[in-house]
């Protein structure tokens, strides 16, 4: 449905670093039921795009819209209470809590980090919230973590990590969700639930942008591909075009 209207606009967006800049000019759209791929050699700007997106940092200029509302600049906490849930590229977890307690932190939508979510928060409210648990029981099926629900964070490969934080931000009921290096590290079978994973977001209804490195698997699942060098978009279309478009490659080959 590439004619729904988009949840998320971003116009314009720079931003510097001291002299640097990060970010110069980057526009996109992600609608619902619609999966983005974000891609770019190191250093081109994607993190920085959703840092400033999702409100750990500050746009130099342009405007980030969310479902109609102006966000760009707005703290944290408040772009996630209004829907836009993002990962890190180092999965950001509770690293003494279960899996369980993990997943069920991301129905705290507003969490500014996971760790004050879990000193303000649990055990008091979480615990009694039946219907979080079995949402979280799905979430965690989804995932393939059922086995693993009451192990703690810090006895789990990192595979399993990521998939954990990817789990914590369905739980979350995002209408956008900003995935950062989602694949980074992770197995062949690891790949195949992260993939469900995403096509379960996509399937209901969120828009969802994926930074990605690893071809073969932005291959499988994206819709549209955004191409982004020194912090521009040098490519817009589809994952084909791209292969065969003289800038990406170039880009690639850092000529
Ligand atoms: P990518 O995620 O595409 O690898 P980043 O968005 O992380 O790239 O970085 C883009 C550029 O901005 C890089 O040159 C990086 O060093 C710089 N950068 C990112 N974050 C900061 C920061 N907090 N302070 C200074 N420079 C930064
Ligand atoms: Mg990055």
Redesign the pocket.
């Known amino acids: 449905p590439a004619d729904r209207p988009a949840l998320l606009e971003v116009r314009d967006l720079a931003r510097n670093?001291?002299g640097?800049v990060?970010?110069d000019g980057v526009s996109l759209s992600l609608r619902p039921g619609r999966i983005t791929a974000l891609i770019?050699?190191?250093?081109?700007?994607?993190?920085?795009?959703v840092?400033v997106v999702s409100g750990i940092?500050q746009p130099s200029r342009g405007h980030v819209v969310l479902d109609g509302e102006e966000i760009g600049g707005k703290p944290d906490h408040m772009i996630a209470q209004r829907g836009l849930i993002r990962t890190f590229?180092d999965p950001r977890l509770v690293p003494s809590f279960t899996v369980r307690e993990n997943i069920l932190l991301g129905g705290q939508r507003h969490f500014r980090s996971p760790m004050l979510a879990a000193a303000l928060r649990w055990p008091s409210t979480l615990r009694e919230e039946a219907d979080m648990v079995r949402r979280a029981e799905q979430v965690m099926a989804l995932a393939g973590l059922d086995g693993v629900a009451d192990q703690i964070i810090d006895s789990l490969p990192y595979g399993y990590r990521r998939l954990v934080e990817v789990g914590r931000a369905i739980m979350a009921e995002p209408t956008v969700v900003l995935l950062?290096e989602p694949a980074a590290g992770l197995s062949e079978a690891e790949l195949g639930r992260l993939a469900t994973m995403i096509r379960h977001l996509r399937d209901t209804g969120k828009a969802v942008l994926l930074?990605e490195h690893h071809m073969d698997f932005v291959n499988d699942i994206v819709d549209d591909v955004v191409v982004?060098d020194s912090?521009r978009e040098i490519y817009r279309g589809d994952m084909r075009g791209m292969r065969e478009d003289p800038a990406v490659i170039a880009a690639y080959l850092g000529v």
């Open positions: 670093f001291a640097l990060a970010l770019g050699p190191n250093g081109s700007g994607k993190s920085t795009l840092n940092y590229q950062d930074i982004l912090g």
